[in-house]
């Protein structure tokens, strides 16, 4: 049993990458644990047990919600409550590094407007067995958005320290490349089934994944207190 659930998480490769990001950000917790991303680690932890029961519940029967064999596999809704608390946590974090007072203010918006955007989703398709996919689009529109406009804000600012020891810096980059792909993922992998295997976009969202962790145990090893904004 323990054998083939070390089989299923090295198939799963992923989701020890999330171990390992958060062993590498609780070691260097200290050069990052006033800023806004001093709950970075919980975050990490918090993802990584989620695709760990996405797992136990996808294949074992003791995890499993549903009784009925047709929906014994289902695991989306745990992703569901994932993907907005992620969007919502990385709001805050911007709101809080942005200088703009006006964008601090949209940001507060856009987070009112995707958390109902999700609620209405919800209500539209059955959470437990679909993704809140225009939900997901939202908040990944919105997400790089305000990642884009942190980038406008450095290119103007005046720092003696390089971007790459900037925590936050590597972080924006691996979001950035992952949300402005994972809508159009997400839409294709329900809509058109056939053409989402056809286009290999199960292991391009997988490298996807790889890259974003890897920019975050990038900035973690890199970054320095000062270079931090």
Same mark, same amino acid.
């Given at each position: 049993?323990?054998g083939e659930f070390?089989?299923?998480?090295?198939?799963?490769?992923?989701?020890?990458?999330?171990?390992?990001?958060?062993?590498? #950000?609780?070691?260097?917790?200290? @050069? *990052?644990?006033?800023? =806004?991303?001093?709950?970075? $680690?919980?975050?990490?932890?918090? &993802?990584?047990?989620?695709?760990?029961?996405?797992?136990?519940?996808?294949?074992?029967?003791?995890?499993?919600?549903?009784?009925?064999?047709?929906?014994?596999w289902h695991n989306?809704?745990?992703?569901?409550?994932?993907?907005?608390?992620?969007?919502?946590?990385?709001?805050?974090?911007?709101?809080?590094?942005?200088?703009?007072?006006?964008?601090?203010?949209?940001?507060?918006?856009? #987070?009112?407007?995707?958390?109902? @955007? *999700?609620?209405?989703? =919800?209500?539209?398709?059955? $959470?437990?067995?679909?993704?809140? &996919?225009?939900?997901?689009?939202?908040?990944s529109i919105m997400?790089?958005?305000?990642?884009?406009?942190?980038?406008?804000?450095?290119?103007?600012?005046?720092?003696?320290?390089?971007?790459?020891?900037?925590?936050?810096?590597?972080?924006?980059?691996?979001?950035?490349?992952?949300?402005?792909?994972?809508?159009?993922?997400?839409?294709?992998?329900?809509?058109?089934?056939?053409?989402?295997?056809?286009?290999?976009?199960?292991?391009?969202?997988?490298?996807?994944?790889?890259?974003?962790?890897?920019?975050?145990?990038?900035?973690?090893?890199?970054?320095?207190?000062?270079?931090?904004?």
């Open positions: 049993m323990l070390m089989n299923l998480l090295m198939e799963q490769f992923y989701v020890p990458l999330y171990l390992i990001t958060w062993v590498v #950000a609780v070691y260097r917790y200290k @050069t *990052y644990f006033d800023t =806004a991303l001093k709950y970075f $680690p919980i975050f990490i932890v918090y &993802t990584f047990c989620t695709e760990l029961l996405g797992i136990l519940i996808k294949y074992s029967n003791e995890f499993q919600f549903f009784s009925d064999d047709r929906y014994s989306v809704i745990i992703y569901n409550f994932y993907q907005l608390i992620t969007f919502l946590f990385f709001y805050w974090v911007y709101r809080n590094v942005l200088r703009e007072k006006s964008a601090k203010k949209w940001i507060k918006y856009g #987070a009112y407007l995707c958390t109902l @955007t *999700y609620v209405i989703n =919800a209500f539209i398709s059955n $959470p437990l067995h679909n993704h809140l &996919t225009y939900g997901d689009i939202l908040g997400l790089v958005i305000i990642i884009i406009y942190y980038f406008i804000e450095k290119k103007d600012e005046k720092n003696p320290f390089p971007q790459w020891q900037n925590l936050l810096f590597w972080t924006s980059i691996g979001l950035l490349i992952f949300y402005i792909f994972f809508p159009v993922m997400m839409l294709v992998g329900i809509t058109q089934q056939e053409l989402y295997y056809k286009l290999h976009l199960r292991q391009i969202f997988l490298f996807l994944i790889a890259f974003m962790y890897s920019c975050f145990i990038i900035g973690f090893l890199a970054g320095k207190r000062q270079a931090f904004r």
